[in-house]
């Protein structure tokens, strides 16, 4: 059985009269023209012809600020995902909007429409990243709205990016910390991508914003990364999705959770080897994780495999799933072994 299935109603830069100058949301979503709500429908029952034996299904409102629309249009919206799910044939209502668009009357009109997860595009907590980004409010409104989405019981979504102007390792590393002091239940990281027709792109052809070179992507968000989910938050998505218009713009990954994640393994076992790494004697070294995490042993196109034998050239590696050998590893544990006790190597240092 199929643990969950997402049926995406894309509102494109709808409910939101700001241009933040990363935003170019028909380019993100890869929709163009406005969604109405027969189209919404006809959306829905399309999905759901295709979903069969899935555990958990929830329509999604992406790809705008779903609360910054009139009251009357996010009600009809609401009025049809509501409906499935009191047929019983979606489970969750899930949207995103911006932090300035919450308050009490928005969040008694979504209780009463039975809506379930709220993601907040924070993007980042620091003042100067949020000035120098558009966004048009402080980091006080984000601290609200997330109190608020919490008080009234909904799933609270953390939406942050990474390599916004103005940014740097340490802000990241602010945000990611204090994302996690709210509490969210899931979250998203984003490096930032330089897409044609913004404000971010035309500084960047004017010299005053540097896109973020692809190592320092990884590290910052890998760093993030580590901080969520040390803290128990489900990160849901790390990068953009894939798609032909996104291919082009800078700063693009079509793998970059792939790449994260590889990163974060190969740390893991680095510092494993180190604790069994003796210099210029040959033994065999096996690299273990659970199936969940097997495929991170390796890397992106198969990296970290690359690096191992090339850093570590006199060790013969091999790779196990932790059932092969009769472990049982945590997710996201790696395990190295080795075959050698380091006494028997004649006290070498």
Known sequence: MKKHAIIPIFISHRGCPHDCVFCNQRKITSRNGDITPQMAEETINQWLTTLDNVETVEISFYGGSFTGLPLEEQNQFLKIAKKYKDLGKINLIHLSTRPDYINLKILENLKNYSVDVI?????SFDETVLEASGRGHNAKVIYEACRLVKAYGFTLGIQLMVGLPEDDLEKDIFSAKETVKLNPEIARLYPTVTIADTELYEMYLRGDYKPL?????ILRTKEMYKILHKAGINIIRVGLKSSEIMSDEIGFHPAFRQLIEGRIARDEIEDQIKKLYYPNHTFNVKIIANEKSFGNIFGH???NRKYFSSKYA???FSYY???QLGLSLEDEEYLVQA???PEKLGGLK
Do not use: M, T
Request: proline letters at 0%.
């Open 119 to 123: 993601e907040l595009g924070v993007q």
């Open 301 to 303: 196109k198969a990296e």
């Open 213 to 217: 070179e692809a190592e320092d992507a």
């Open 339 to 341: 075959d050698f006790a």
């Open 314 to 316: 006199q060790l013969n």
């Open 321 to 323: 799933k932790d059932f």
